[in-house]
């Protein structure tokens, strides 16, 4: 795969495959209409103090989708992070396996111990991304980590689910979101390989 952009055009079609444009609809109650969630406020201080050197942006994959958190360094352009969030009460009461099945269906598998349900899967060689689910607010996120330390994703996915809470979300809102652009382009470089599908969904 070559460096730089194929790096992040695979991490940001695989963090689409997670947060994919659905129709627009009322916002749920107490819960922030996803477009307005910014990554400033959503992605906690101790995530960014674990990535020293990576600056965090954000990218907006669909108009109603909540935000891609990206996370490059200057340094280590090896490596790729992102956090993907999707933050609706459709997660609320929904069996803990239902969850788990797109993710075990693509080849993941299920770990133990992380908020409601997680699994893990390797989409491509020498990526690990992580799905889970949150016990205290009706989110799933989607970290996914390409580069050398690629088992990291783990520990960011459980720091990442520790810190979002209702009042996060509530702070990490903003009553009219600044225009994020046009989407970077997605076209893959040819030696990709073709890209699963991604949960949650």
Known sequence: MRAGRGVGV????????????????????????????????????????????????????????????????????????????????????????ALLTPTIKAGGTEVPAMGKAAARREPVPGMLQVSAWDEDTPCGIVVTWLGPDKERALDLARMTLYATTPERLAQAAVASPPDAGPLPDAGLPPDAGPLPDAGPR
Request: some cysteine; charged content about 25%; overall charge negative.
């Open 10 to 97: 695979v991490v940001l079609m695989l963090a689409l495959g997670a947060c994919r444009s659905r129709t627009p609809s009322a916002p749920d109650a107490g819960v922030p209409p996803q477009e307005t969630l910014r990554c400033e406020g959503l992605v906690a201080l101790e995530v960014r103090d674990a990535l020293p050197g990576f600056t965090l942006t954000q990218e907006r994959p669909c108009p109603t989708c909540g935000p891609l958190c990206v996370l490059r360094s200057t340094e280590r352009r090896d490596v790729s992070v992102s956090i993907a969030y999707d933050c609706r009460p459709r997660f609320e009461g929904e069996d803990t396996r």
